[in-house]
T-cell receptor, first 111, second 113 residues
């Protein structure tokens, strides 16, 4: 069966510090991968998606970036965090035509 | 582009009450429609889905019917339980765009004993 992991589960970082969130998927090959952000009490905002290794599409211009160094690994990064980057970050995967499967999320607080 | 509009919350019900959460969509082509549920502090889980007009998705007592004529996919449950308290998201996946989904803003449901 397929599983999706995210880490860390929670993170508190000062403004201006770097960020690296990791997501890995097991039990499937060549998945579509997605990064979402969910602000408190709000819906989901799609940040990035990827249809293959090294292929990243950005949905919202900002100080975040994403990379996919391996088929089932998706990384969200920032060189300098802003207060507005605080939120709940969700990674998800899908096979084309199917529903999305979400990871447990990372709660990021920028102080 | 695609969009999803769902009923604003929060919704508060007593146990065993009837639940309806409205969802309407705008999309080109023939999208698939989904309801996801998010329990506190967790990621989203698929609750049910429908892939073509007039399909009914169902799971755990929840149901939703894909109505193309009214572009709607309303979520219903006949008798809610305290354990149903969560945030519910309506979503659509278009038939293009790398499987990207468009999500509604979520509706928070609280069920009181």
């Amino acid at each position: 069966s397929q599983t999706i992991h995210q880490w860390p589960a929670t993170l508190v970082q000062p403004v201006g510090s770097p960020l690296s969130l990791e997501c890995t998927v097991e039990g499937t090959s060549n998945p579509n991968l997605y990064w979402y952000r969910q602000a408190a009490g709000r819906g989901l905002q799609l940040l990035f998606y990827s249809v293959g290794i090294g292929q990243i599409s950005s949905e919202v211009p900002q100080n975040l970036s994403a990379s996919r160094p391996q088929d089932r690994q998706f990384i969200l990064s920032s060189k300098k965090l802003l207060l507005s980057d605080s939120g709940f970050y969700l990674c998800a995967w899908s096979q084309t035509g199917d529903e999305q499967y979400f990871g447990p999320g990372t709660r990021l607080t920028v102080t | 582009g695609n969009s999803v509009t769902q009923m604003e919350g929060p919704v508060t019900l007593s146990e065993e009450a009837f639940l309806t959460i409205n969802c309407t969509y705008t999309a080109t082509g023939y999208p698939s429609l989904f309801w996801y549920v998010q329990y506190p502090g967790e990621g989203l889980q698929l609750l049910l889905k429908a892939t073509k007009a007039d399909d009914k998705g169902s799971n755990k007592g929840f149901e939703a019917t894909y109505r193309k004529e009214t572009t709607s996919f309303h979520l219903e449950k006949g008798s809610v339980q305290v354990s149903d308290s969560a945030v519910y998201f309506c979503a659509l996946r278009g038939d293009t765009n790398a499987g990207k989904s468009t999500f509604g803003d979520g509706t928070t449901l609280t069920v009181k004993p």
